[in-house]
C-alpha cells in the first residue's frame, strides 16, 4: 500500500508538523514500507483466532474514589514555558477563530 | 411549504466523584489554579491512568435512569486534538464501545407526553479551562488544568427534538434525573452541565434530514431554547429563499440574542480514535450491575404517578412536588406529620415556594416539616385563619419557632366566641348605616363589605365563616 504526496500533507498537517518538500519524499517511503510490514500480518491464516478488541488481557482495572496527592503549582511553573498568576500562559487561540 | 426542524442535543454532565476520572487528583471546584494536577491528568511519559469505580457507577446509574442498556464490554479511546487545556494532545473518550446505549427520558410539551430517543451515553474526561486575556497587546491565553481529567457522561440524544421548548423540557428533565440519583450536581454557572445542539430544517413529513448546524456556547437552558428559535427561523429562512445551509458549528451570543459561524475547519473533526492501550476494558457481569441497580432510586416519573395515586394529588401538583427529590421528601415529611395531603401541597406551591431560592436546600428551611404540619393542623382544627396562618408562616421563617408558640405570643388564636363577633358585629353595624342600607336594599356586594369590617375590627382573628352566618342573621 502506498501512501502518497496527499496523504502525508493531511497527515502532518493534522499533526502539525511543517515538512519540506524532501521530506514528504523521505516520509511517503518510509510510511509505505512500514504498512506494506505490516500488512504482511495479512497471510497469516486467523480464521481459528478469537477476534481481539484490545491489546492488553486485563479487564476492570479500578480504583477507589480516594483522594491522593497532587503536586504543587510551582512544580507546574517549572514544567511551563511561561506562567503567571497560577496559570500557564499560552499563545492565544480561540476556536474557530 | 411547511418546515419542521430536526433536534438532538449533546449533554455533558459532570459525574460527582471526588476524585478525577483516572487519578486521585481532587474534583472541587474553584480552587486555586493548577493546584489539582498530576502528572496523569497532565499527562507526563510514563504514567498509567486507572479508571475510578465511582464514575464507572455513576455512569451505569445514569444509564439505568436513562432506561438506557449497560454495556456488558465497553473500553476508552483516544480522541486526538490539539488544544492548550488539552495537555495530552487527545482526550480519553468512549468510541465506538460506549457504556450505555439507548433509552429514552419521557418529557411533556404541549400538554402532551413525547419520548426522546438516547443514542448512547459514554464516559470520557474534561479539557482544562482557558481564560483569554482581554489585553490586545498581549496576545496569551491563561490555562488552568484542574478540571482536567474531571469524570463526564456524554449523553447524546436522538434527533427526536421539534422545538426549543421541547429541548428546553428534555434538559429539565435530565437534570431532574441527573440529581435525583445524586450522579450530578447539573450546576451549569460551574459547568457541570453543558449542551450543545445539533439542529436542521426539513420539509414537513420528509424522511431524509438537512444540513445539520451545530451550536455552541450556551450557558443556560434559556439561552438553548432561545438559539434553538432563532436557529429555526434564520435557517427556515434560508431555505424559503432558496439559500443552502452549510454544516457548520455556530456559537450563540447571549447579549445580540443570534448566532454567528465559525471559521470552519476543514478536517477538525478528523479525531482518529483509537483504543487507549492503557486503560483496560470494562467488562460487567450481571452481579456488577445488579449492585448498581440497587442503589437506583424512586425516580420523579415514577414518584409522580405514585404521589397521583397515594395522595389523590392533581398532576400538576404532583409534577411540580417531585421534579425535585428533596422538595418531594419534604411534602411526604409533612403528610406524615399528619397534614391533609392537598392541604400540604397548596400550602408548600403556594406559600413556601415563593420564599425559598433553592428547593434542593428545602432542608435548612427554618419552617421544618413538622412545624408546617403544624401550622396546617391549626388551620384545620380552627385555632386560626387560613389569612392569620400566611403571617404565622412569615414569624416562623423570620424566627424559627413553631406555629403553636408563635400564635400563643402573639395572641393570634381565632375569635370562635359568638358572644364576642356578635358584639363586634353589633359595633360595625352601627358605624355603616349606609352599607346596612344597601344591603337591605339588595346591594349583596354590601355584605362582603361588612364582613371585611368585622375581620378588620378583629384584626383579622375572627372566624370569617363565623362572622358571615352571625351577620346574616343580624342584618335580617
Known amino acids: ?97 | 411549504m411547511e418546515y419542521e426542524p430536526v433536534i438532538g442535543l449533546e449533554v455533558h454532565v459532570q459525574l460527582n466523584t471526588k476524585t478525577k476520572i483516572f487519578c486521585s487528583c481532587s474534583t472541587k471546584f474553584g480552587s486555586e489554579p493548577n493546584s489539582q494536577t498530576c502528572p496523569v491528568c497532565l499527562g507526563l511519559p510514563g504514567v498509567l491512568p486507572v479508571l475510578n469505580r465511582e464514575a464507572l457507577k455513576k455512569g451505569i446509574l445514569a444509564g439505568m435512569a436513562l432506561n438506557s442498556r449497560i454495556s456488558q464490554y465497553s473500553k476508552f479511546d483516544r480522541k486526538n486534538y490539539f488544544y492548550p487545556d488539552l495537555p495530552k494532545a487527545y482526550q480519553i473518550s468512549q468510541f465506538d464501545k460506549p457504556i450505555c446505549e439507548g433509552g429514552y427520558v419521557e418529557i411533556e410539551a404541549n400538554n402532551k407526553k413525547k419520548k426522546i430517543g438516547i443514542t448512547r451515553l459514554h464516559l470520557e474526561e474534561d479539557a482544562g479551562k482557558s481564560i483569554h486575556s482581554e489585553d490586545p497587546a498581549r496576545n496569551i491565553s491563561y490555562v488552568d488544568l484542574n478540571r482536567t481529567g474531571v469524570p463526564l457522561a456524554e449523553i447524546v440524544s436522538e434527533p427526536d427534538i421539534r422545538s426549543g421548548d421541547e429541548a428546553y423540557e428534555y434538559l429539565q428533565k435530565i437534570k431532574s434525573l441527573m440529581k435525583y440519583i445524586e450522579a450530578s450536581d447539573c450546576n451549569m454557572e460551574e459547568g457541570s452541565l453543558r449542551c450543545d445542539v445539533n439542529i436542521s430544517i426539513r420539509k414537513k413529513g420528509a424522511s431524509e434530514f438537512g444540513e445539520k448546524v451545530e451550536i455552541k456556547n450556551l450557558n443556560s437552558f434559556k439561552a438553548v431554547r432561545s438559539a434553538i428559535n432563532y436557529e429555526i427561523e434564520r435557517q427556515t429562512r434560508m431555505i424559503q429563499y432558496g439559500n443552502k445551509i452549510h454544516q457548520e458549528t455556530r456559537l450563540w451570543d447571549a447579549d445580540k440574542n443570534e448566532t454567528y459561524g465559525m471559521r470552519s475547519k476543514e478536517d477538525a473533526h478528523d479525531y482518529r480514535y483509537f483504543p487507549d492501550p492503557d486503560l483496560a476494558p470494562v467488562i460487567l457481569d450481571s452481579a456488577f450491575i445488579d449492585e448498581v441497580k440497587k442503589e437506583l432510586p424512586e425516580l420523579p416519573d415514577e414518584k409522580r404517578e405514585r404521589f397521583i395515586a397515594q395522595y389523590n394529588l392533581p398532576q400538576y401538583d404532583a409534577g411540580v412536588l417531585t421534579s425535585i427529590k428533596q422538595l418531594a421528601q419534604y411534602f411526604e415529611s409533612v403528610v406524615e406529620k399528619g397534614a391533609d395531603p392537598k392541604k400540604a401541597s397548596n400550602w408548600i406551591m403556594s406559600e413556601l415556594l415563593g420564599k425559598i431560592d433553592d428547593a434542593e436546600k428545602i432542608d435548612a428551611f427554618p419552617v421544618t416539616a413538622e412545624m408546617l404540619a403544624g401550622l396546617l393542623k391549626l388551620i384545620k382544627n380552627n385555632t386560626i385563619s387560613g389569612k392569620i396562618a400566611k403571617k404565622v408562616f412569615d414569624e416562623m421563617i423570620k424566627t424559627g419557632k413553631d406555629a403553636e408558640t408563635i400564635v400563643e405570643e402573639k395572641g393570634l388564636k381565632q375569635v370562635t366566641d359568638t358572644a364576642e363577633i356578635g358584639s363586634m358585629i353589633d359595633r360595625v353595624i352601627e358605624n355603616n348605616p349606609k352599607s346596612v342600607e344597601d344591603y337591605k336594599n339588595g346591594t349583596k356586594k354590601a355584605l362582603g363589605f361588612l364582613v371585611g369590617q368585622v375581620m378588620k375590627e378583629s384584626k383579622g382573628k375572627a372566624n370569617p365563616q363565623m362572622v358571615n352566618e352571625i351577620l346574616v342573621k343580624k342584618l335580617n
Open chain 1, 1 to 97: 500500500m502506498g501512501i502518497d504526496r496527499d496523504t502525508i500533507l493531511k497527515v502532518s498537517k493534522l499533526a502539525r508538523l511543517e515538512l519540506k518538500d524532501e521530506e514528504i519524499a523521505e516520509f511517503s517511503g518510509q510510511l509505505s514500507d512500514i504498512l506494506s510490514y505490516v500488512e504482511k500480518i495479512n497471510e497469516l491464516d486467523t480464521d481459528t483466532v478469537k477476534p481481539s478488541d484490545h491489546i492488553v488481557d486485563l479487564k476492570n482495572v479500578f480504583r477507589d474514589d480516594e483522594t491522593g496527592p497532587s503536586i504543587k503549582p510551582e512544580e507546574i511553573e517549572k514544567m511551563a514555558p511561561q506562567f503567571e498568576g497560577g496559570h500557564i500562559i499560552v499563545p492565544k487561540i480561540i476556536e474557530g477563530s
